[in-house]
């Protein structure tokens, strides 16, 4: 079992920058993928960033360049830093993981990942 507490969300002006933060406690043993999603009231899960044990990146485009993914593995955090926010990026936001293994490939599908945190709340404002 893994668990996933996310943290750093809250209000900010269109333009700004929040850092999320996801601290993931449980399984050390196992590698895993982990990712974060954000989901409006209403509308289907969307996937924005994910990043494999080994650092490798996958990006949805609607965030490149604005979004980065990152992870301390010494910390067990995960992390997203977003910049040049919009109104349309105010969501709950939240952090998965999936285990990895050699027969699996990167993925934002939130159906193929398991943990999930109980998510943060982004707000921007115009």
């Known amino acids: 079992q893994v668990k996933l507490v996310e943290s750093g969300g809250g209000s900010v002006q269109a333009g700004g920058s929040l850092r999320l933060s996801c601290e993931a406690s449980?399984?050390?043993?196992?590698?895993?993928?982990m990712a974060w999603f954000r989901q409006v009231a209403g509308k289907e899960r969307e996937g924005l960033a994910t990043i494999d044990s080994s650092g490798n990146t996958m990006y949805a485009n609607f965030v490149k360049g604005r979004f980065t993914i990152s992870q301390n593995n010494a910390k067990n955090t995960l992390y997203l830093q977003m910049s040049s926010l919009k109104p349309e990026d105010t969501a709950m936001y939240y952090c998965?993981?999936?285990?990895?293994?050699?027969?699996?490939?990167?993925?934002?599908?939130?159906?193929?990942?398991?943990?999930w945190g109980r998510g943060t709340q982004v707000t921007v404002s115009s």
């Open positions: 449980g399984d050390n043993d196992s590698r895993y993928y």
């Open positions: 998965a993981a999936r285990m990895q293994r050699r027969s699996t490939t990167m993925t934002l599908e939130p159906v193929y990942f398991t943990f």
